[in-house]
């Protein structure tokens, strides 16, 4: 195998990853979208709704690495 095929193959695997990279970027973009537009569609109900939402999950974080943090120190 030559250096240009070699450089080629390589060109091509980092062509792939990006490819691969840049189709994630975009559902997470689409889905992020996707969500504000719920959200400023969303009836005062429904937001409060959603921030409740927001919030249990918020907590449920906290409440994982506090149990990292005192399961950690022991």
């Given at each position: 195998?030559?250096?240009?095929?070699?450089?080629?193959?390589?060109?091509?695997?980092?062509?792939?990853?990006?490819?691969?990279?840049?189709?994630?970027?975009?559902?997470?973009?689409?889905?992020?979208?996707?969500?504000?537009?719920?959200e400023?569609?969303?009836?005062?109900?429904?937001?409060?709704?959603?921030?409740?939402?927001?919030?249990?999950?918020?907590?449920?974080?906290?409440?994982?690495?506090?149990?990292?943090?005192?399961?950690?120190?022991?």
């Amino acid at each position: 195998m030559g250096t240009w095929d070699r450089i080629r193959a390589a060109l091509r695997r980092e062509k792939a990853d990006i490819d691969e990279a840049l189709a994630e970027f975009e559902v997470k973009a689409n889905a992020s979208l996707d969500r504000r537009e719920r959200e400023l569609r969303a009836t005062p109900e429904e937001r409060l709704a959603m921030e409740q939402e927001r919030a249990a999950e918020n907590d449920a974080e906290i409440e994982a690495i506090r149990r990292r943090i005192e399961g950690g120190g022991t």
